[in-house]
């Protein structure tokens, strides 16, 4: 979530609906057999022994979540390239019977915080741009390449879709201030408790069919951890 800002877009209505998602036994039957589903498949495709390389390459299933609709579950895989020193991710669908499962990225990246878009047709994600700033992407769930949605200098750390799905509200990193700048300037970058500087973030709100945008807030203290 986007801090105390996602009121911007959710009701009290609404925040009730979403916190209730998974309530419901239909909804949370079809999610857990989607789970065990894709779960099942990863442990079968594995060794009854694992080495260290086995275990270094096995692929993760991360960040599954329901649509709107309940029809499909979505969720990266993910693993790592030892050779290169780097994990990678990409985008699937499975529907929510389990019996199909659709690969929507291959472009090998590392993606995070995939989100349905209200209408349950597009997924929103972040990763990083050829710059290494993260942004937000998005696919339509029947396929097609994914379109990069804006390219923020600083690079974004939290989105939120609008309830109707032509906006998203996303939180971007904000430049060193000046203070720090000439503290770094003097001393160099100091790795230290007692010089730790706060990271701190703008809020922007973007239409996505004009792609303007604009800022709503600014130096919103970024949380420590996620």
Do not use: C
Not at 86 to 115: C, F, I, M
Request: proline letters at 7%; charged letters at 25%.
């Amino acid at each position: 979530t986007l801090f105390p800002y996602t009121t911007l877009f959710r009701s009290p209505q609404r925040r009730e609906e979403h916190e209730g998602t998974l309530r419901t036994p239909m909804k949370r039957m079809i999610f857990l057999t989607a789970w065990a589903v894709l779960a099942g498949q990863v442990l079968l495709a594995g060794p009854e022994k694992w080495t260290i390389d086995e275990i270094m390459n096995l692929k993760q299933i991360e960040s599954p979540a329901i649509s709107p609709d309940g029809r499909h579950v979505l969720y990266l895989l993910s693993g790592s390239a030892a050779a290169e020193n780097r994990r990678y991710s990409d985008l699937h669908v499975v529907t929510a019977e389990g019996r199909a499962t659709y690969r929507l990225t291959q472009d090998g990246a590392l993606k995070t915080s995939p989100q349905w878009a209200p209408d349950s047709t597009r997924i929103a994600y972040l990763a990083a741009d050829r710059r290494g700033k993260n942004q937000v992407w998005v696919t339509p769930v029947t396929g097609g390449k994914p379109a990069q949605s804006m390219a923020n200098e600083h690079g974004v750390v939290a989105f939120l879709w609008s309830p109707d799905g032509s906006r998203l509200l996303y939180a971007a990193s904000e430049p060193k201030s000046s203070e720090q700048l000439a503290r770094e300037k003097e001393w160099g970058v100091v790795i230290s408790p007692e010089e730790e500087w706060s990271a701190r973030a703008g809020l922007w709100l973007l239409e996505l069919k004009s792609k303007k945008q604009r800022r709503v807030a600014a130096g919103i203290l970024l949380p420590e951890s996620p």
